[in-house]
């Protein structure tokens, strides 16, 4: 069974893990109009280019969320006609 070094135990520990999983969490869990969380840490390239990249992926999940949903929106009506 491997241990974990302190080495291991310190990069676990890292602010900007931690940020990630907060904002992961918030790109799961909350609606799409709450800002995310904001990171206030060590910044280096690594960790401007890992955020700018999220953003831009969360931005295309959006986009594809209500691309979904206004194509499926567009099909109930077809179905079912406007409810009155």
Not at 8 to 36: D, K, M, W
Not at 37 to 60: F, K
């Amino acid at each position: 069974m491997s241990t974990i070094t302190d080495s291991q135990r310190q990069s676990l520990h890292h602010p900007f893990l931690s940020h990630l999983i907060a904002l992961l969490s918030a790109y799961e869990l909350c609606p799409p109009s709450t800002p995310p969380p904001r990171y206030d840490g060590p910044i280096d390239w690594q960790t401007d280019t890992i955020i700018r990249s999220l953003g831009a992926v969360a931005r295309r999940m959006y986009t594809a969320e209500e691309t979904v949903a206004s194509i499926k929106a567009s099909e109930c009506w077809q179905t079912n006609g406007p409810e009155t």
